[in-house]
């Protein structure tokens, strides 16, 4: 997403963009070999925009667990309302990963 993209740009860093897969959805065995010692921060859109694909809590949880504990991982999960199942990604683990963020907008409901 060019948002990602421009705020590395923003803060003086250089972005390291990961192809899709096939399907539309991330390929979490290229962003881990991606990581180098430069590595900072990595964003994740669960669900993905704009393909609605997403990943569930067990490929998240098992990516969260292979990548370094000084990088950062950001799930971005604006789009958590469109999720068929609408799991709770990641929201147990907060409290022990100081290096896990999840984020959602802060839209009201139209209800």
Sequence with gaps: MPWYRWSVLGNT?????VPLLPDMNHDLDAILKAINNR??????????????????EQEIYNFFKRIPSNILL?????????????????????????????TRTFQRSMD
Excluded: R, W
């Excluded at 590595?39 to 569930?56: D, W």
């Excluded at 999960?77 to 290096?99: D, M, R």
């Design 13 to 17: 860093s250089i972005p390291i963009e």
């Design 74 to 102: 950001i799930v971005d999960q604006a789009y958590y309302e469109y999720q068929s199942t609408q799991e709770s990604i990641l929201i147990n683990q907060l409290g022990n990963a100081p290096n896990l963020m999840l």
């Design 39 to 56: 590595t900072k921060v990595i964003i994740i859109s669960n669900p993905h925009n704009p393909t609605g694909l997403y990943l569930n």
